[in-house]
């Protein structure tokens, strides 16, 4: 049998879902690509291979630095701005389709400001807790640092993210373009709660008002109930102090709720009977239901995710087997089951998902192809620790008036056509 | 009862070790530091914080930005080179001591240059997989993209990390400066057993000859056990692509082994049925034992941990609560167990871990401490899932030469003085 044979037999053992989803232990057996992918030549002989040095090992290299930067040849990885805005008015993207893992970098996190990145001194700033509390307190950085702190993986996601979906034609954007509302880091600080328990709380509380320093004082109302369990006054990001335009030097982590509650810049805590309506909670981030009514207060990410790789701007080069990856995630804790389908629908297989799987972080999810070099619809469809799996995108649009566009959750899929370019479209 | 009084009563009922070591539930119970701390005000009313906004609250704040750096203010959080030297000659260290959680963040991470950083163009950069193999390949970067891959958080430390503990008298350096040769990233990239898969292994094949494309040619033997286990070609690091300082295009990662290993811009391995026996396999990164002869490939690093904060160059201002917080890590897997004295080994508590433990990567501990305001001598004991635990200095100085540096593994320690002041003792 030859090598060619060989492949397809093993290939036609191991199928998993219709138009080519496979089986991941088929990669694993390996000697699939190596039949002449692009990109993959003879090596040399081993005498070759040592001697025929490239040109950079010929001189030394760049000396240490303080704080190192990317390389040069990636200088086109930035974070992204919405389509058709040269400049950035309320927003950035993280970059998705030119990054993998679940980590975000922190210079790539995407950013949402209400009135610019404040300039804050560490030293002057402080966090007041006040209203309806038995001690009112005001919290320097040097006081927090002395605290019981914690450390978790956690999303955080703009509530409008994903809301191109929508838009009755599929806007034909990148991944980071439509999904790009989205980061995650390691998130280190002050459980709320501790801080909590030094200002006790008086009789009748039931919301917390927090602030932000920045010039919008951008301000939301969060269930005293959140801020009593998982919320933390986050002080470092990925190991380092919390950067700027994620609310240096702390910001507010509600995990799992939409981002614009995730208060950055935080400096006052007001404990009330009742929320604020602010701004922020009753012009925006609400939903608008038929019949005009808008609902308030829908604040944890329903289940969620999205195809990765291949995405908009990234080209087939050849039949053959490719990796289809992405992210998953959910407010209400841990993913545990994200299904693929490479026919729009059809037929579905369970994608492979990144180990250890935690609770309100992105989930990387993994699924081997071997694609025919026909056209095939990508779709991806996460199923959540309770249960909860996303909806079509018709079933979720019929749940709102149509202009609604925040927390959307619906199915994302991708079209491949046959020469190889992937483009956005609904199922 | 008086409330001091009251937090007294609290704490004795919470000892879990000699000279102040409480159990973690003492913090969480609520109103311990309020009581006079240094940095905690009583917070103005209701009316005053809302209406005294600071300075930066009154001019919109900073545009949004591509790619985004850290605070201002942080500008002295910077690798650091060894004590005594200007700039580095061989190595920069993470500054763990600024830092918090168990990533480092990427222009952070450890440097270690055997002939400066390759400014490798990834077009041209190819990966040859020769010697012992059924069909000899070279990979372009492009090639590698499509074929399946993994991500895991991973620590990678240098065998020369923590070596200052040798010396006859205490260094008088930071845990960054004694411990930085370590860093943590979420490294995503193809598994090296899929790539021999497509070159197949020949009879006779035992190690794999790795080298970089530096100037150096870096080069290390590696078993191929390990290749076939959980070895990676790693392409990102937390999120992004790789580094320049860390490898960029790509880099050998063996999860628990000596950093020396991980080949950085890994440019070919040559399977073979011997180790090559490299420069830096013989005149460094070996074991100088008693009697003169030198133990080669120790391969894994052994359990370990360090106290970070309090350490060296922080001042502890008054007595009262503190969180004991500290980093451990094991080349065998996972950490079982972290012990912390505070009375220079004479009672030990255990320390709580971060959720979720993860196997060959850093591992954050906590624990609570009422400091007395006497001196005082804090040490940590990790214990993996092996069972192994950390040996003292003195035991472990006595299984090697007096000119052995690599792989320390011993127990730290810091001496707290009754100024509030740290320095690096022995115990």
Redesign the interface.
């Known amino acids: 049998m030859s090598r060619r044979n060989q492949i397809d037999a093993a290939v036609r053992g191991e199928i998993a879902a219709g138009n080519g989803l496979l089986n ?1 232990r088929v ?8 039949a002449g ?10 005498e070759s ?2 001697v025929n ?2 040109t ?19 200088d086109k ?3 992204e ?1 919405p389509t058709g805005q040269v ?2 008015t309320t ?2 993207h993280t970059p998705l389709h ?12 995407f ?1 949402r ?1 209400h ?8 030293n ?3 966090l ?4 309806l509390v038995a ?10 640092m ?7 993986i956690r999303f955080i996601e703009c509530s409008g993210n994903s809301g191109g979906y929508t838009s009755a034609q599929p806007t034909q954007t990148t991944a980071g373009g439509i999904n790009g509302l989205l980061s995650c880091s ?3 600080g002050v459980r709320l ?2 801080l ?5 709380i008086a009789p009748g509380a039931k919301w917390v008002i927090a ?1 932000g ?3 919008a ?1 951008m301000s939301r109302s969060v269930p005293l109930e959140k801020c009593l369990d998982d919320a933390v006054i986050a ?2 990001q ?4 919390i ?3 994620q609310g ?2 702390m910001r507010l982590l509600l995990p799992g709720f939409e981002g614009n509650m995730s208060v950055k810049w935080l ?2 805590l ?1 404990v009330t009977d009742a929320p604020a309506d602010t701004r922020d909670e009753t012009s925006h981030y609400t939903e608008l239901m038929p019949g005009g009514k808008a609902r308030q207060f829908m604040f944890p990410h329903e289940v969620k995710s999205a195809i990765i790789r291949p995405s908009l701007g990234m080209t087939m ?1 050849a039949p ?4 289809i ?1 992405g992210l998953a995630w959910s407010g209400a804790g841990r993913i545990s089951k994200v299904e693929v389908t490479a026919d729009g629908g059809k037929t579905w297989a369970q994608a492979a998902l ?3 799987v ?1 609770p309100k972080a992105l989930t ?1 999810f ?1 699924l ?1 192809w071997q694609w025919s070099g026909q056209a095939a619809v990508l779709a991806s469809r996460a199923t959540d620790q309770t249960g909860a799996t996303q909806p079509t995108r018709a079933a979720w649009l019929a749940q709102y008036a149509p202009r609604q566009g925040y927390h959307f959750n619906g199915i994302q899929s991708w079209g491949v056509e046959p020469d190889g370019t992937v483009k956005n479209v609904y199922i």
């Not at 992918?37 to 081993?46: K, L, P, T, V």
């Not at 005001?138 to 927090?144: H, V």
């Not at 053959?320 to 990796?323: D, N, T």
């Open positions: 991941r990669l694993l057996s390996g000697g699939l690509f190596a992918a692009a990109g993959i030549a003879q090596a040399q002989s081993s291979v040592g040095a490239p950079w090992m010929k001189t030394p290299g760049r000396d240490f630095s303080g704080y190192g930067f990317p390389a040069k040849s990636q990885v930035q974070r701005y400049r950035p927003s950035s030119l990054l993998e893992g679940t980590i975000t970098p922190n210079g790539l996190h950013e400001h009135n610019g990145v404040p300039d804050i001194d560490p002057r700033h402080e007041a807790i006040h209203g001690r009112p307190l005001a919290f320097s950085l040097d006081a927090l002395r605290y019981p702190m914690e450390t978790h390691e998130w280190t709660s501790t909590l328990a030094e200002t006790g602030e320093a920045d010039a004082a002080l470092y990925n190991g380092e102090a950067r700027p335009e240096y030097p400096r006052r007001k080069k053959g087997f490719y990796e990856s990144g180990d250890p935690l990387r993994r081997a």
